[in-house]
């Protein structure tokens, strides 16, 4: 088996297995949606549930996908391409073994899967940045993408703290380190890696420009200045000036940071030369927008006071939301999107190494795999609109239903 094969087979691997999980996620979150009502920063069954996506489905793909789009987007080749199948397979046993743990709150188990996935994860990190060495032109897309793994490895460290202080009982603000660990993750690495991939395939996708120096600059000083404004308000918790102070400044500059990359993107789509809508730009936009809304939720709990949020009743309602809309609502939703190119690519460059007739075979005709694409695209959509007001059961049923119909219209391009 050569690098390519390689390359495509760990990719294809991957990308099976988060599609796997993805409807796993969702039937979990049927049955567990009782603990949806309790305060989420202790509850360890929805901290479980959470990695089955994150970890599980966005990770998931995200690494696999790397290994053909990284060489594509910066022109460079995977240092060490042979620690593609170890790392996946310790990768997949270790956040087994660490969802159970948490699931059912066995300490050592915990603190066990942790240790295995920060091991797993980092190599692949440290894989990626060696990767990065090799690069010739420096903008946002190459950037963008080693700030995002230089977050990976921070937010890995600080999940692997999280972790064994299960077990070895080490005392922290829990609310801190986990608000850490979950802006360092989302914000600095899945935020900032999908915004420097798009600079480079939106415009080979849709035919449009690269945005100007200048605002790629200030989106990408703005981020990462919100990121270590936030990250450092956790060192002055005995300082409660200091720590409003810049918590405050860097959820600012985060959102307004986001918004104005949300502004370069529609004005990217808007002036593509190839207008037609396809599956993918559905999911786009959609995802846009609901990270517009999770940006604009974000800034009303970083300018409301916590007392004042405790007087809407349901504060757990408000930060569920806000993580729904930001995790599912735009990572999610991008991720299913850009599915629809990168697989049937995939696929067909495994059947090109194999010299076989046609790039894959499909169930059904062109126009009614259009249509069936569609009908997926609305489940996913009336499911994360539902989910917004609250109807937690419904709208994992209907979650639910969709991912196990994406699964299924996936694999029939091929296996």
Aim: overall charge positive.
């Amino acid at each position: 088996m050569n690098a390519t094969d390689s390359s495509i087979e760990i990719a294809l691997k991957h990308i099976k297995t988060a599609l796997i999980l993805l409807p796993v996620f969702f039937i979990v979150m049927f049955l567990d949606s009782k603990n949806f009502n309790v305060y989420f920063f202790m509850n360890v069954k929805i901290i479980s549930l959470t990695h089955v996506f994150t970890l599980g489905f966005l990770l998931m793909v995200i690494m696999g996908a790397s290994y053909m789009l990284l060489p594509v987007a910066l022109g460079v080749k995977i240092a060490y391409e042979k620690l593609f199948f170890p790392v996946y397979y310790a990768y997949l046993i270790s956040l087994l073994i660490f969802v159970i743990g948490m699931h059912y709150f066995i300490d050592q188990v915990i603190a066990a899967g942790g240790l295995l996935l920060f091991i797993s994860v980092l190599i692949y990190n440290v894989n990626v940045l060696v990767s990065l060495k090799k690069v010739k032109k420096w903008d946002y897309s190459a950037l963008g993408i080693a700030f995002a793994y230089t977050y990976l490895f921070i937010g890995l460290s600080v999940g692997l703290y999280l972790a064994l202080s299960f077990y070895f009982k080490i005392g922290l603000n829990i609310y801190d380190v986990l608000q850490d660990h979950i802006y360092i993750m989302f914000i600095g690495f899945v935020t900032m890696l999908f915004i420097a991939i798009s600079y480079r395939l939106l415009p080979m996708f849709y035919m449009t420009k690269t945005p100007g120096k200048f605002y790629w600059k200030t989106d990408l000083i703005a981020i990462n200045l919100g990121i270590i404004a936030i990250i450092a308000s956790s060192f002055f918790g005995n300082e409660p000036a200091v720590y409003i102070y810049l918590n405050g400044v860097g959820g600012w500059l985060l959102g307004l940071g986001i918004l104005l990359y949300c502004y370069i993107f529609l004005n990217l789509m808007l002036k593509r030369l190839k207008k037609k809508f396809d599956i993918t730009t559905f999911y786009l936009f959609t995802g846009i927008i609901f990270l517009i809304l999770a940006t604009i939720t974000g800034l009303f709990l970083t300018i409301t006071a916590q007392k004042d949020l405790n007087m809407l009743g349901s504060i757990n309602g408000v930060y569920y939301i806000f993580g729904f809309l930001a995790l599912f609502g735009f990572a999610g939703m991008v991720i299913i999107g850009f599915l629809h190119k990168i697989y049937p690519f995939l696929i067909s460059l495994k059947v090109f190494e194999k010299a076989k007739k046609g790039a894959y075979g499909k169930l059904f005709s062109d126009l009614k795999t259009k249509y069936f694409e569609y009908l997926i695209f609305g489940l996913f959509l009336t499911g994360s609109i539902l989910w917004i007001f609250y109807l937690i059961q419904i709208a994992a049923a209907i979650l639910f239903i969709a991912s196990l119909l994406f699964l299924f219209h996936i694999f029939s391009m091929g296996w």
